[in-house]
């Protein structure tokens, strides 16, 4: 059953094309080790809320954007096998493609596709 993990960031709004390209690159390697897709989505739309919020929920500063993604993997287990694959690539490393964001805030979680209509 298709396994997704979900990713929530704040991202400086100045390094939005360096997150684009960032994500591209990382793509190539996730989906090298089985990813089905990987999915990035600026915010363009995102409230602050009074009790909670994704702004909140990553600390986003004024000059920062919300930014949602998700890898669709075919199995949990196949994410489980690649993950750490993918995390030693060469590719990924931060002194060849560093974060342009705080890692820090990075919220994430694996979660077993229900409904896919």
Known sequence: MTYVDGFLAAVPTAN?????QHARDAAVVFKEHGALSLVECWGDDVPEGKVTSFPMAVKC???ETVVFSWITWPS???RNTAMPKVMEDPRLQADVNPMPFDGKR???G????????
């Open 61 to 63: 500063q004024p000059d």
């Open 76 to 78: 949990k287990a196949l």
């Open 110 to 117: 694996g979660f077993q596709m229900e409904v896919d209509e």
């Open 16 to 20: 939005k094309e360096k997150y684009i």
């Open 106 to 108: 990075l919220i994430y």
